[in-house]
C-alpha cells in the first residue's frame, strides 16, 4: 500500500477521484525515475491482466512495465469469451480466484463500475484499466503527465476535450484531475448527443473550474493550449443513428492544425479512427504518439507504488 506525506493512501487505482496533487507528483517522480529502469526490483512478483474489454496500449503497456521490472505476467486478453465468465461465472467469483494467483489485477471491463465491485472482493491490488463508460484512471495520469512533460506546466491551461465525451471514459478521468490544477479552464467540444454528462459538470462548477460547452471545434481551437481529442465509441450505441449524430463536426485536419497556436499540442488516447487525418501526424504538436509511450513509464510508477 503507497502511502505519500499529506496524501490518502493508494492501494487500488480505481478512479480519478483518488488522486489528490501530492500524490500525482508522487506518481510523475516515479515515472521519471523509472522511464529508463530494467531491473528486477518486482522479481517474484506476478500481475494478472483480465480483459473483457479489447486493448493494444493498456494491456501491452502495463506489461511491459511488469517485465522491465522484473516481474512476471500472466492473464487472458479476451476474457468475455475465453475465461470461465462465458460459463456463467460472475466477476467477483473469478476475481476471489485470480487474487490467489497474482499479487495484482489489471481489470478492464465493460461495465462502469466493475474494478469497484472487483476491489471490494480482492485480496490484492485491483488497477481500472477502463470500466465501460466509467473511469479510465490511469490514462488519465499518463494524459496529464503528458502534458506537463510536454508544455511544462498544467496550472493556467485551457484544455479542450473534444469528440466523444458521453462514453469516452478518458476525458472524464482527465477532466477530474485537470480540476485540481489552479486557473484551469476546460472547453467540452461534442455534438449535444455526447456533450460531457452533468456529473462531471456539476463536479466542476462545485471546483470553480470556468468551462464552455460547444459543438463548434472552429470557435476554440485559436484559443487552446491542449486539443484532446477522442474516438465516437461505437461499440458503446444501441441506436445507429445517435451514432451518426455523434460523429459530429469535430475532426482534426491540418486546416484546423493552420489555426491551432504555434505553443498547442493535440492529444489523443487513442486508437484513432478517422477523428484525426493521419496528415496531422507529422506536426510537432501532435503528441499522441509520444503520449502513448508515457504509458509505459506511469505504470511502471504505479505498480511499484502498489507493490514494492
Ligand atoms: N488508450 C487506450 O485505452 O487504448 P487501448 O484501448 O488500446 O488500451
Keep these: 500500500m503507497a502511502t505519500v506525506a499529506g496524501s490518502r493512501l493508494l492501494d487500488h487505482v480505481l478512479?480519478?477521484?483518488?488522486f489528490d496533487r501530492p500524490l500525482l507528483d508522487a506518481v510523475f517522480a516515479r515515472a521519471r525515475a523509472l522511464a529508463a529502469v530494467r531491473d528486477g526490483r518486482l522479481a517474484g512478483r506476478i500481475m494478472a491482466t483480465l480483459f473483457y474489454e479489447p486493448s493494444t496500449r493498456t494491456r501491452l503497456s502495463f506489461e511491459s512495465a511488469m517485465l522491465r521490472l522484473g516481474g512476471a505476467v500472466i492473464g487472458t486478453?479476451?476474457?468475455?469469451?475465453?475465461?470461465?465468465?462465458?460459463?456463467?461465472?460472475?466477476l467477483e467469483d473469478t476475481i476471489r480466484m485470480v487474487s490467489a494467483y497474482a499479487d495484482?489485477?489489471?481489470?478492464?471491463?465493460?461495465?462502469?463500475g466493475a474494478a469497484a465491485r472487483a476491489a471490494a472482493v480482492a485480496d490484492v491490488p485491483i488497477v481500472n484499466a477502463g470500466d465501460g463508460?466509467?473511469?479510465?484512471?490511469?490514462?488519465?495520469?499518463?494524459?496529464?503527465?503528458?502534458i506537463d512533460s510536454e508544455l511544462g506546466h498544467v496550472e493556467g491551461l485551457h484544455v479542450a476535450l473534444c469528440g466523444d465525451l458521453r462514453y469516452g471514459r478518458t476525458a472524464r478521468s482527465l477532466a477530474l484531475l485537470l480540476s485540481l490544477f489552479p486557473n484551469v479552464r476546460l472547453t467540452f467540444v461534442a455534438p449535444d448527443v455526447v456533450q460531457m454528462r452533468p456529473d462531471i459538470l456539476a463536479l466542476m462548477a462545485a471546483r470553480g473550474v470556468p468551462y464552455t460547452v460547444t459543438d463548434s471545434l472552429g470557435d476554440t481551437v485559436h484559443d487552446v493550449d491542449v486539443l484532446y481529442q477522442t474516438r465516437v465509441q461505437k461499440e458503446r450505441f444501441e441506436d445507429a443513428s445517435e451514432f451518426e449524430r455523434a460523429r459530429g463536426d469535430t475532426r482534426i485536419d491540418v486546416s484546423v492544425m493552420q489555426r491551432l497556436p504555434e505553443h498547442a499540442i493535440v492529444m489523443h488516447p487513442l486508437p484513432r479512427v478517422d477523428e484525426i487525418d493521419p496528415a496531422v501526424d507529422s506536426d510537432p504538436r501532435a503528441a499522441y504518439f509520444r503520449q502513448a509511450r508515457n504509458g509505459v513509464a506511469i505504470r511502471m510508477a504505479l505498480l511499484e507504488m502498489l507493490l514494492a
Excluded: C, M, N, W
Design 15 to 18: 478512479s480519478s477521484h483518488q
Design 77 to 90: 486478453e479476451a476474457a468475455r469469451e475465453f475465461s470461465s465468465a462465458i460459463k456463467g461465472e460472475t
Design 104 to 112: 495484482i489485477i489489471v481489470l478492464r471491463h465493460d461495465e462502469a
Design 133 to 146: 463508460p466509467g473511469e479510465h484512471p490511469t490514462q488519465a495520469l499518463l494524459d496529464l503527465y503528458t
